[in-house]
T-cell receptor, first 112, second 115 residues
Framework: ETGVTQSPTHLIKTRGQQVTLRCSSQ?????VSWYQQALGQGPQFIFQ???????GRGNFPPRFSGLQFPNYSSELNVNALELDDSALYLC???????????FGPGTRLTVT | RKEVEQDPGPFNVPEGATVAFNCTYS??????FFWYRQDCRKEPKLLMS???SGNEDGRFTAQLNRASQYISLLIRDSKLSDSATYLC????????????????FGKGTHLIIQP
């Protein structure tokens, strides 16, 4: 049990809609990273939050945005959903400078 | 060239056999390296880190060749429970937090252990 939780587990949205995914980091962890994993692919880094600020970003458009709250939980928001956004969205928490990054169970998003 | 390349498999291996797979990475500045295991429709879990000197954890041995930018994983006496996808991961930083650039994953190698 890693302690990282994500909600919802599954979600179905229509193209053009907006979605918010949530992540609660493991106790004591102050850094949250989000990844997108399409079917048959490895996870792709979306962005990372540290101390409530975006600390780094992968090759994703601005319609992917996020927040980190004072309790270190985080949200991923995706606007104007496209069919290709269908994927497993993984949240990972870590303590900055520490060794291991712990992944949550993910949210499976389907865009129709 | 992709940042991290792996043979997707599947590798079909009889129980008890030894299996090895590897990956190559393109960023010579990468600082730390890992193998993650991912079961079907589950999250990735850290299997082991990879060091230049080679490291072993029970039946698993990992090796890094920085000169060739090559990482390997060897599984001895394979078990049915080893069936999973194995993800090769590189990190621009020394610690696993990923830093501003995040972790870079390969597509994974699918391993099927057959009874």
């Amino acid at each position: 049990e890693t302690g990282v939780t994500q909600s919802p587990t599954h979600l179905i949205k229509t193209r053009g809609q907006q979605v918010t995914l949530r992540c609660s980091s493991q106790s004591g962890h102050n850094t949250v990273s989000w990844y997108q994993q399409a079917l048959g692919q490895g996870p792709q880094f979306i962005f990372q939050y540290y101390r409530e600020e975006e600390n780094g970003r992968g090759n994703f458009p601005p319609r992917f945005s996020g927040l980190q709250f004072p309790n270190y939980s985080s949200e991923l928001n995706v606007n104007a959903l496209e069919l290709d956004d269908s994927a497993l969205y993984l949240c990972a928490s870590s303590q900055r400078g520490a060794y291991e990054q712990y992944f949550g169970p993910g949210t499976r998003l389907t865009v129709t | 060239r992709k940042e991290v390349e792996q043979d997707p498999g599947p590798f079909n291996v009889p129980e008890g056999a030894t299996v090895a797979f590897n990956c190559t990475y393109s960023n010579s500045a990468s600082q730390s390296f890992f193998w993650y295991r991912q079961d079907c429709r589950k999250e990735p879990k850290l299997l082991m880190s990879v060091y230049s000197s080679g490291n072993e954890d029970g039946r698993f041995t990992a090796q890094l060749n920085r000169a060739s930018q090559y990482i390997s994983l060897l599984i001895r006496d394979s078990k049915l429970s080893d069936s999973a996808t194995y993800l090769c991961v590189v990190n621009p930083l020394m610690y696993s937090g990923g830093g501003a650039d995040g972790l870079t994953f390969g597509k994974g190698t699918h391993l099927i252990i057959q009874p």
